[in-house]
């Protein structure tokens, strides 16, 4: 497994808290990642509304939720847009959003839809890389901190800020907020 360069994540967290700051938001404030897009001047474009055959959409919303979230693509004047299943739900959504925003702002290349072969293409670090910052953007550690500090349920405090328990357990987790 690679590791991130020296500074990377502490990269990430202020990032995280400095674009709340540029929003107006408080540090601890929820960021919904549609303001973020519109803020970056990215389209999100949902799956149904962007061309896809009606199969391709039947079988995101079905059989291939599992395997399609979103992806960042050019438009044809090269600018990203990102297409998103919104089929899933609003959490899952947050999510698939943070990690193309998180591509956009590490300034990641689009890559191809696929490879040529049918399969996908992508770089593992670059997509660590988007992972983690797109964490840092749904749950600062300022934020998660502040959840283990007021003892709220996992549950509850997820609800409020707009991710899954399981985003909220791995951002705790990984920030090291219990400490």
Known sequence: MTT???????????????I????????????????LADHL???IIPIGACGAPPEVVTWAAGAG??????????????A???VLNDCHPPPRRQSDLAHELAHALL????APVNSGDGTRSYTSMLEREAEHLG???LVPRPMAVGVVRRGRPLAAAAAEIGVSEQ????????TGARR
């Open 4 to 18: 991130f360069e020296s500074g990377f994540k502490t990269y990430c967290e202020k990032l995280a808290v400095d």
């Open 20 to 35: 709340r700051a540029e929003l107006g938001l408080e540090r601890y404030a929820r960021l919904e990642m549609e303001v």
């Open 41 to 43: 001047a990215i389209p």
């Open 65 to 78: 939720s599992a395997c399609f979230s979103a992806l960042t693509m050019p438009d044809h004047t090269g």
């Open 80 to 82: 990203r847009v990102i």
């Open 107 to 110: 300034m990641h290349e689009p």
């Open 135 to 137: 964490g840092a953007l």
């Open 167 to 174: 985003m909220l357990q791995y951002r705790i987790q990984v």
